[in-house]
């Protein structure tokens, strides 16, 4: 080794200079870092290993922007795709489902309107297929919700094809405080489409609508607070 350099650099015995530490392989380092598959992305599609499909805008490697789809897919042995299971379209925020969106399950579950935190928050609607209607006890709920729980100011219809229409206030998902429960009957319109439309009403649920007293009301309120 040249005297110049060698106390900058360490030489073995016969004053050659020694093998310094190997250079990083930045581009190595860069894509070990969590989401940096994706981070050069502004738009595109990824797909995750858990079966889960992404289209839309990035940024800095998460979904953020405009949500073409997000879909749950289920995976089959070999790693392929088998059916999808559910798709959510609409805005995304820093990888989380935040804004105006709708998601729709392969069963018949549709929810549309506001999230955030990957969560429905603030006002949104939720119908149910009929195939569904027996698990969660309602047919729709259109409101409020807080951290995927109906809370706040809602209708919501249930019973037999949707028959009664309660409106009032929801707390965690169940129905509190004085609400107003309808009778929903189909009537012919003048353009020749069939309709509901409510009768009767009244605070609490002491009200007897369609000749159903307090105890079929009762029973039915509350295979409608589930879900």
Not at 31 to 58: I, M, P, Q, S, W
């Amino acid at each position: 080794g040249h005297p110049k350099y060698e106390k900058y650099l360490e030489v073995d015995t016969k004053k050659v200079q020694k093998a310094g530490q190997p250079l990083a392989d930045l581009a190595m380092c860069f894509y070990k870092e969590r989401n940096n598959d994706t981070k050069h992305l502004k738009e595109g599609v990824a797909r995750y290993a858990d079966g889960t499909e992404y289209k839309g805008e990035f940024q800095d490697g998460k979904p953020h922007g405009r949500c073409d789809h997000l879909k749950r897919m289920e995976l089959k042995e070999d790693g392929s795709y088998a059916r999808e299971l559910a798709q959510y379209s609409g805005q995304f925020q820093n990888g989380e489902r935040c804004g105006e969106g709708t998601y729709k399950t392969s069963d018949g579950l549709t929810y549309e309107g506001e999230w955030r935190a990957s969560m429905r928050n603030g006002k949104g609607k939720q119908v149910l297929s009929a195939s569904l209607v027996e698990a969660y006890g309602y047919e729709s709920y259109e409101g409020q919700w807080e951290d995927d729980m109906r809370h706040g100011k809602g209708s919501m219809t249930f019973g037999i094809n949707g028959c009664f229409l309660y409106e009032g206030p929801f707390v965690n998902d169940q129905r509190e405080g004085k609400g107003k429960v309808y009778l929903l009957t189909e009537k012919q319109s003048g353009d020749g489409n069939r309709r509901k439309t409510a009768t009767g009403g009244g605070g609490g649920f002491g009200l007897g609508v369609g000749g159903i007293g307090l105890g079929g009301i009762g029973n039915l309120m509350g295979a409608g607070a589930k879900k």
